[in-house]
């Protein structure tokens, strides 16, 4: 030992028993190592105490022991130690690196918080945090497992704290930290987490669940060696080599059962657990055989994770029995192999030194960490990452198949579309429906574990989702991708629905501003968005990417510092000039949009010449009615969505042709139709689509589409059709 360490010192004393646990799994080399880190920690945190009075060094000697626990290497311990001193001394990431190695040094970097950023809301600092956590992860997946280890340590002294700290450092883990744990199959970790903050979220129930459990411990253990000598001595005629041993559920998986499902203590399966480990696959089949044999067997409550692994690897069957008792019970069958990642998931690839071919099998498990963040990219809004966790990593999980066998992991309450994007990306686009097991349904429809799911896809060029998917996806990997879709394709479109929806909050709350003053409004609010445009701003609120309702309080402030306290009402705002914008589409001026997509609609078929006006579509751009149109209210004001009509005029050098219907009634003579189609003829107007019908009173009726380059044409048209002999009326029509 090169550094001097005092027993009666109460951090010398407990790093004494730290060295202790390293030497079962380190060289004297490493430990000496870590012997210079604790050193350097010890005499740069000199001084400073947490809240519970110790020294504060005893942190990092705590969590370096949760972490020798778990098995994990020298660099790992060594960023444990010194995993505060950028934030809490004057040390800097560089000293770490003179001192130790850039290894070492990226590790603490990964831990630092952003504390020194300043950011606007505490639910931004927390992305901001998580963030940079995981860009770590995917670089070097310690980052977060020394990390969770921080969490527990601090969760373990939380009662220190004021009450409202440990609540949100509470709700934070459950939300955050114990997802992640169990995404990376940490069990141990996991459950702790989860137990530590329900005690400090809720502790009355909590006790009342420990209360529950303590009330039958000796008659509980008794029970359940009973269970395991029963199981032991017909398994072992079967399979020799198998292990058996039992277990207690964690306070919080009762708790969520019974608070969060309505039930009892007396209602919990699973409070008993038998475990049996063997060496191996065929052996936990057999054992399987044997449990349902000697015991019978809880209908739907039969688990195969061997043939498809949870997403954070875990394999296992569970099985929940009947004992003689009547006392239910679970088994939990498992080889060695598979248990070892059960109970360390990603840190058993450091307990058991499993080299090359586990470094292998490592990096394919952490592809979600790099799927997250390349999916988190496309969003302006950073707390979607902590959203994505918060929902995503759900240890509730079903399991479907695709229709070649194919397994996919969702969390419960996932629908067709989150198995659609779950797939691919360019499936979920092209989603138009879904058959369940063969027969079809509704796209909101929830998956459940073991159903067989085939999206149908369209072949249509440009097909895309809706933004009512927005409303329906449960994972917010889907929504994401959806989001992201609508920010590249369909940008007018967003430009349109953001700028409807500002306008509707805008009258909503009472904000009253001229166009001029409007759009540098808008313009000030999109900066701030750090956007460069108003344009930018409207069509980031169209597509999802901001959320307008979680700004209005900002932008009632902002609106409430430009009134003038003297003239309430009148706005003190730097106007910027505002030309009319124009959409030039197959010759139609929309007022106040630029480039947007114009349809003409089929009930009117308005022409050049004719009184206009649009509606805004959802989805389809803007659709062009004649003024007198019976779909156009008659007052506009009074209409259920008046913010959706909008001004439109035909330009003034309109040149393409337009496509109208005739229907002419005439007498039913031979050789009529020749004479009108030569008329057309004669005048040099292209004929589409013809249809004729002879009437029971000797009348006949031509149903015509014809070009014209708007309504006067089409009127000279229809007044030379008229002179035709035999033909009674003519008249324009709808195609």
Same mark, same amino acid.
């Given at each position: ?24 799994? @380190? ?60 934030? *809490? $001394? ?23 918080? @952003? ?163 063997? *060496? ?16 019978? +067997? ?36 498992? =080889?060695?192999? &598979? ?51 918060? $929902? ?75 933004? *009512? ?5 449960? $994972? ?76 209005? +309080? ?75 149109? =019976? ?10 969505? +008046? ?39 004669? &005048? ?7 249809? =004729? ?7 006949? $009726? ?34």
């Amino acid at each position: 030992m090169n550094i001097k360490l005092d027993a009666n010192n109460s951090a010398d004393k407990e790093y004494i028993k730290l060295r202790s646990a390293l030497e079962k799994n @380190l060289e004297p080399g490493e430990i000496e190592d870590i012997d210079r880190a604790y050193a350097w920690a010890r005499d740069a945190h000199e001084g400073q105490l947490r809240f519970s009075g110790q020294p504060y060094i005893i942190h990092p000697i705590a969590v370096s022991k949760i972490l020798a626990d778990y098995g994990m290497d020298k660099d790992s311990i060594i960023a444990a130690m010194l995993h505060d001193i950028v934030e *809490d $001394t004057d040390a800097s990431i560089e000293d770490v690196k003179e001192r130790f190695s850039e290894e070492i040094a990226s590790l603490v970097d990964g831990l630092t918080k @952003l504390g020194k950023v300043s950011l606007k809301t505490k639910e931004e600092q927390q992305a901001e945090n998580v963030r940079k956590m995981l860009l770590a992860m995917s670089q070097d997946i310690r980052v977060i497992i020394i990390k969770l280890a921080d969490r527990i340590h601090n969760l373990r002294t939380l009662n220190f704290m004021r009450p409202q700290k440990r609540r949100d450092k509470a709700q934070e883990t459950l939300e955050i930290y114990a997802p992640i744990a169990h995404r990376l199959g940490i069990r141990a970790m996991k459950e702790e987490l989860e137990d530590l903050a329900i005690s400090y979220l809720d502790p009355i129930a909590y006790n009342d669940i420990e209360v529950s459990l303590a009330k039958s411990q000796k008659a509980r253990s008794e029970y359940l060696e009973q269970i395991k000598q029963l199981i032991d001595e017909r398994v072992k005629q079967i399979v020799p080599n198998s292990h058996i041993e039992g277990r207690i559920k964690s306070v919080h998986g009762i708790y969520r059962k019974m608070y969060m499902q309505n039930k009892s203590f007396d209602e919990i399966y699973d409070v008993y657990a038998v475990r049996i480990i063997v *060496d191996e696959v065929i052996d936990c089949y057999n054992c399987l055989g044997v449990i349902h044999d000697m015991f019978t +067997p809880i209908p739907g409550r039969f688990k195969d994770y061997i043939s498809t692994p949870k997403p954070n690897m875990y394999q296992s069957l569970h099985t929940t029995v009947l004992g003689r008792e009547g006392i239910p019970f679970e088994v939990q069958i498992r =080889t060695w192999e &598979m248990h070892r990642t059960a109970e360390f998931g990603i840190a058993a690839h450091w307990k058991y030194k499993l080299g090359i071919s586990g470094k292998q099998k490592l990096d394919e498990r952490l592809n979600w960490i790099r799927q997250l963040l390349d999916e988190q990219n496309e969003a302006e809004n950073p707390e979607d990452i902590v959203k994505t966790i918060k $929902t995503d990593f759900l240890p509730e999980e079903v399991f479907v198949f695709t229709p070649k066998g194919d397994v996919v992991s969702l969390p419960i309450g996932a629908t067709v579309i989150d198995f659609a994007y779950g797939i691919h990306s360019a499936v979920g686009h092209k989603m138009m429906g879904a058959k369940v097991d063969g027969r079809i349904v509704p796209l909101d429809y929830k998956v459940k574990t073991g159903e067989i799911v085939e999206v149908i896809t369209s072949t249509q060029q440009g097909k895309g989702p809706s933004r *009512d998917w927005l409303n329906i996806a449960r $994972t917010s990997s889907a929504r994401a991708k959806i989001r992201a879709w609508f920010k590249k394709e369909k940008r007018e479109e967003n430009i349109i629905e953001g700028r409807l929806a500002v306008e509707r909050e805008f009258r909503r709350n009472a904000i009253r501003l001229d166009d001029a003053q409007r759009e540098a409004f808008v313009l000030q609010l999109g900066q701030k968005q750090r956007l460069a445009t108003a344009d930018d701003f409207y069509a980031a609120i169209g597509y999802g990417g901001i959320s307008l309702s979680k700004m209005m +309080p900002h932008i009632k402030d902002d609106y409430a510092k430009l009134v003038k306290a003297e003239k309430p009402g009148e706005v003190e705002l730097k106007t910027v000039p505002i030309k009319p914008k124009k959409t030039h589409s197959d010759g139609v001026v929309i007022e106040g949009i630029e480039n947007c997509l114009v349809k003409f609609s089929r009930c009117c078929n308005p022409l050049p010449g004719d009184d206009i006006i649009g509606f805004i579509t959802r989805g389809h751009g803007v659709s062009i009615h004649k003024r007198d149109c =019976t779909n156009v209210p008659r007052h506009i004001e009074l209409a259920q969505e +008046p913010e959706r009509w909008i001004k439109a005029y035909w330009d003034g050098n309109v040149k393409e042709e337009f496509k109208a219907n005739l229907t002419i009634t005439t007498m039913n003579r031979i050789g009529l139709l020749m004479d009108v189609t030569t008329q057309l003829a004669s &005048m040099k107007v292209d004929i589409h689509a013809m249809n =004729t019908k002879t009437n029971k009173d000797g009348r006949a $009726t031509f149903s015509l589409v014809i070009s014209v380059n708007g309504a006067e044409h089409l009127k000279s048209v229809m007044t030379k059709i008229a002179k035709v002999n035999g033909v009674l009326d003519v008249e324009r029509g709808t195609i």
